[in-house]
């Protein structure tokens, strides 16, 4: 992954945290400190949501931002990203490689469609007309924010052949901020043709706020979820994979499955494309 590594993370709060599940793919780019999220819209009934949360103490969150549907490009030349998050004054992105900590998981525990594992001999390509308008993040040290439970067994098999165990990884990615007095993570996009902004700055009241980006269904039986491959999906936006060469996710689930996710249905997980 060409994140920047860093091994600890800082020993407080951070001021903004993003969260990112469902058919994401991160591509990390440290040259430009930049992560591009592709959202893949040739998954069926999966539908792009995002929200910014303003969180208090001993209060209800305050909704700042919610959008829903797939984006607007902001700018046209070129066409990229729909959504750009970035630090003022510029940050960084890297990418949290220690323990299990308050604040986060290895990044390591995501997978990586790029690594040994997966596709690593493969020129792996992306469908850019399926995947942007993207969403841009310039800051934020990136990490695992939730594993799939330990009481699910996973399989990867490739046709009829059984490759390998799948241990637990991330479903849930997220990037931690941290902002200085003075500082500020703004947002931009376009809703109705028309530009819209939003400035999180550092709060004196201790208030933190939360970016929720979503690309699930917005609501799927568990039973039926069951048999849905998530790497099936992330396919449809490959194209340089060949058939023959395409993973499958097997996941058997116990007997009683508590109402938690990743074991009361298939892992709706985020990946990243990044590779060394």
């Known amino acids: 992954m060409p994140f920047t590594p860093v091994q600890a993370m800082p020993n407080k709060p951070p001021n903004v945290r993003i969260f990112m599940t ?3 793919m991160l591509q990390p780019n440290a040259e430009s400190s930049a992560c591009e999220v592709f959202v893949n819209r040739s998954a069926p009934n999966h539908h792009l949501t995002i929200e910014v949360r303003e969180k208090r103490n001993d209060q209800p969150d305050e909704i700042l931002m919610r959008h829903y549907g797939p984006l607007a490009f902001r700018n046209m030349d070129p066409p990229v990203d729909g959504l750009l998050i970035a630090r003022e004054p510029a940050g960084s992105v890297s990418m949290y490689t220690g323990r299990w900590g308050k604040f986060g998981d290895a990044l390591t525990a995501a997978i990586d469609l790029r690594s ?16 942007r308008p993207s969403i841009m993040i310039q800051d934020g040290i990136f990490h695992t924010a939730a594993r799939t439970s330990d009481k699910l067994k996973m399989k ?6 059984e490759e390998r165990d799948m241990p637990s990884f991330a479903t849930l990615i997220g990037a931690n901020i941290y902002l200085e007095e003075g500082e500020a993570l703004n947002l931009s996009w376009r809703e109705m043709g028309i530009k819209k902004a939003l400035s999180l700055k550092k709060s004196k009241e201790g208030a933190t706020y939360e970016i929720y980006i979503i690309n699930d269904p917005l609501f799927e039986n568990p039973e039926a979820a069951k048999t849905h491959d998530e790497l099936a999906e992330y396919y449809k936006v490959l194209p340089t994979v060949p058939t023959d060469e395409r993973l499958k ?5 116990p007997q009683a499955a508590p109402a938690e996710r990743g074991t009361s249905r298939t892992p709706c997980m985020p990946v990243v494309v990044g590779g060394p």
């Open 22 to 24: 469902g058919q994401l």
């Open 156 to 161: 990867l098999r490739r046709g009829n052949k």
């Open 116 to 131: 040994e594992e997966f596709h690593a001999s493969n020129e792996l390509r992306i469908d850019l007309d399926a995947t």
């Open 249 to 253: 996710l097997d996941v058997e689930f």
